[in-house]
């Protein structure tokens, strides 16, 4: 079953744009954790973000910030003024008993 | 701090090989857990190891397996390759246990790709 939702496929801006990321996920745990992970071209994802499941704070990381809301089921990444260096696949993920990956969103950013 | 390292990082093998994956993780992770990335699936879980015993296991057959040694590095094995099986081959290493002990913070490798043909 379909766990992680990245509905969006592809997207492309120019850059100093702002882009978000949408992510919805599904679970019947009350107890779990979301992730945002990059992957550049090299192929190494790399960690952004964790969440748990009793913390719907919004975060703001520089350029980076994330909307959690548990109403919707979803934890949208945006990425403000985006930069050529952004682009990547990004990847939501949510761990309840196993860990399930997002079929990944691929932001390109035109300079 | 050296990364996860992974090797090797391409091969080409054909159908009916076997092949074997090597990762080393960061120095001090003890769980090293492995995915398969393909454009079709996606990244799906393949298994995860600590101190060298399997801790959970996703849902592909027999024919891929791994292992954990002593010092935390880990192998996995596909057997009798199938040209579904190409793939880019990720590990990942972290200091917690296993998934049901808390919220793994994942450091990948860079992966490694093999092309059946």
């Known amino acids: 079953a379909q766990k992680v939702t990245q509905a969006q496929t592809e997207i492309s801006v120019v850059e100093k744009e702002d882009v978000t990321l949408d992510c919805v996920y599904e679970t019947r745990d009350t107890t779990y954790y979301l992730f945002w992970y990059k992957q550049p071209p090299s192929g190494e994802l790399v960690f952004l973000i964790r969440r748990n499941s009793f913390d719907e704070q919004n975060e703001i990381s520089g350029r980076y910030s994330w909307n959690f809301q548990k109403s919707t089921s979803s934890f949208n990444f945006t990425i403000t003024a985006s930069q050529v260096v952004d682009s990547a696949v990004y990847f939501c993920?949510?761990?309840?008993?196993?860990?399930?990956f997002g079929a990944g969103t691929r932001l390109t950013v035109k300079p | 701090k050296a990364g996860v390292t992974q090797t090797p990082r391409y091969l080409i093998k054909t159908r009916g090989q076997q092949v074997t994956l090597s990762c080393s993780p960061i120095?001090?992770?003890?769980?090293v857990s492995w995915y398969q990335q393909t454009p079709g699936q996606g990244l799906q879980f393949l298994f995860e190891y600590f101190s060298e015993t399997q801790r959970n296991k996703g849902n592909f057959p027999g024919r891929f397996s791994g292992r954990q040694f002593s010092n935390s590095r880990s192998e996995m094995n596909v057997s009798t390759l199938e040209l579904g099986d190409s793939a880019l081959y990720l590990c990942a290493s972290s200091t917690e246990q296993g998934w049901r002990a808390g919220a793994n913070v994942l450091t990948f490798g860079a992966g490694s790709r093999l092309t059946v043909l």
């Open positions: 993920a949510l761990k309840d008993n196993d860990m399930r």
């Open positions: 120095s001090g992770h003890r769980s």
